[in-house]
């Protein structure tokens, strides 16, 4: 009784995560399309976070549809769900990590010719990067596209005889060699989300230490901003990082596959994309403006 109990109140937390998710994701399109259509363009950081407000809009909408479907046993109906699931999530992975090196590139203070090259050219970049991002999900999400053929196959065959060899084979190659290419599909991007990140705090930090030795108010104004954007960018760093940890540990692990451990693991997963949705919202000047408009009136502009 007591896990039946619990069962339902994590599937009412998860709800309302996706349920403020959605609300989060929305906003962020709302705002920045009205400005694409009335200024007739987006600055390059507001083109990464439209996409992001996309894909977070899609998230959960696919998880919700996945999730009761599966766990109210409607077969593999659902299952091309769980594709567009996954493409989004991967699509995400991308997009995240895109954000954190467009920062790396025009915030860093590095002198490397690199980097030089790359700050005179991101602006330029970043449409084709998004697409690229796009190409690169799609082609990653084609192995569990056609995993999920075989699995309807089997479905239809489990009933005929002498299949049951090639059945156990498939499941132990599904075991080894699917989940590894799902991890690594993730880890790539996380892995330039990481390093992008790492440098610009490094940069922020080695460029507030040569400021400390001045007094001016204008320097002190400075750090004070160099301060807040250390405190945003190690918010994210955390968030994104628990994000992709969590979703290792549930591929991984068998724990979670059902009952109430898996909705509290759902209800972790969908409280970090809140608050990576949030922190999207609080880096853009955009949203953060209408969004204090929204909850403190005019007067807050």
Not at 148 to 159: A, D, G, R, S, V
Request: with cysteine.
């Amino acid at each position: 009784m007591v896990l039946i109990q619990l069962t339902i109140f994590f599937i009412v937390i998860y709800v309302l995560e996706s349920l403020t998710i959605i609300a989060q994701s929305s906003f962020m399109v709302a705002v920045l399309g009205r400005k694409w259509m009335q200024v007739k363009r987006l600055s390059s950081v507001e083109m990464i976070l439209i996409s992001l407000g996309i894909c977070h809009f899609c998230l959960p909408w696919a998880s919700v549809l996945n999730n009761f479907g599966s766990y109210f046993n409607y077969n593999y109906t659902f299952w091309n769900i769980a594709i567009i699931w996954e493409f989004t999530n991967i699509l995400t992975f991308w997009l995240t990590s895109l954000l954190a090196a467009f920062y790396c590139v025009k915030i860093s203070s590095f002198t490397h010719p690199i980097f030089l090259w790359l700050r005179w050219r991101i602006l330029r970049l970043v449409p084709w990067l998004l697409l690229g991002t796009l190409i690169l999900s799609c082609v990653a999400v084609i192995p569990s596209v056609i995993r999920n053929q075989k699995q309807m196959q089997l479905i239809t065959m489990k009933h005929l005889p002498g299949n049951s060899t090639w059945t156990g084979r498939f499941h132990l190659f599904e075991q080894y060699f699917f989940k590894v290419q799902t991890m690594g599909v993730l880890l790539v991007p996380f892995l330039l989300f990481l390093a992008s990140t790492v440098l610009v705090m490094a940069s922020l930090i080695r460029h507030r230490e040569q400021m400390q030795q001045h007094n001016s108010g204008h320097c002190n104004s400075s750090m004070q901003a160099h301060r807040t954007a250390l405190k945003s960018l190690a918010t994210f760093f955390i968030v994104f990082t628990s994000y992709f940890l969590i979703l290792v540990i549930q591929f991984a692990s068998k724990l979670f596959d059902n009952g109430s451990l898996y909705w509290l693991w759902e209800t972790i997963i969908y409280a970090l994309i809140s608050i990576h949705s949030t922190s999207l919202m609080l880096s853009s000047p955009t949203l953060k403006r209408v969004l204090k408009k929204k909850c403190w009136g005019p007067e807050a502009t």
